[in-house]
């Protein structure tokens, strides 16, 4: 029973980010796009929750694949509308749930740090960069057919690299400032090139690796 009660505490957390994703297009049917920023969002804390807990590789790569096919299936039939109702044509929620368990699968049982750096920085930064990026007039360019604003790729690196900051803080793995900047700054790049929202599996993954290399 003791085990049980971290996977209860993980399953609330999700159980109130899509609650609160559900309340938000319930009460305003016209922020799609916000309702799925939020799932994208409050996906992140997740992993160093799991992290505090202890929650074992075997359990974490198991719970993380189950939803991964779970997303896959409901890209397929659209029953929970919330996923993937927005105006474009995108894989990111599958490629997020691809890499979460790439990630865990290699490194959660020696690096957890480099899991959290990776998801974290494509949960806040990408996250916050498209919301913020909408909200405020600033030069835009298209790469691959993907609007990209001035304002949203400084919040995608501003975020990153504060989020990495306070990853090494708290793992006290001692990455240089720079190195966290060069980090941030190449999260930002490849968060650049995302068609289909194929940026959910190259940001997590290149932040990650990076994090392991320099470890």
């Given at each position: ?31 799609k ?17 799991a ?7 075997e ?26 109702n ?130």
């Amino acid at each position: 029973m003791k085990n049980l009660y971290p996977l209860l505490i993980i399953a609330g957390w999700i159980i109130l980010i899509l609650y609160s994703a559900f309340s938000i297009k319930k009460f305003n049917p016209d922020s799609k796009e916000l309702s799925r920023k939020i799932v994208h969002i409050g996906t992140g804390p997740i992993l160093p929750l799991a992290w505090w807990l202890n929650i074992s590789s075997e359990v974490a790569i198991l719970f993380s694949s189950l939803i991964t096919i779970s997303l896959w299936i409901n890209y397929q039939i659209n029953w929970i509308k919330t996923f993937e109702n927005i105006q474009r044509k995108t894989y990111g929620t599958i490629s997020y749930g691809l890499s979460i368990t790439i990630l865990l699968f290699l490194f959660w049982s020696n690096n957890p740090p480099a899991v959290c750096a990776g998801v974290l920085v494509m949960a806040f930064g990408d996250g916050l960069a498209g919301l913020i990026g909408k909200q405020y007039n600033s030069p835009v360019w298209t790469i691959f057919q993907q609007k990209k604003s001035l304002i949203g790729t400084l919040t995608m690196a501003l975020v990153s690299i504060f989020v990495l900051l306070i990853i090494n803080t708290f793992a006290a793995s001692n990455i240089q400032p720079l190195q966290i900047i060069a980090m941030g700054l190449i999260a930002c790049c490849l968060e650049q090139i995302g068609p289909y929202g194929i940026d959910n599996l190259t940001v997590p993954l290149g932040v990650a690796f990076l994090w392991a290399w320099i470890t």
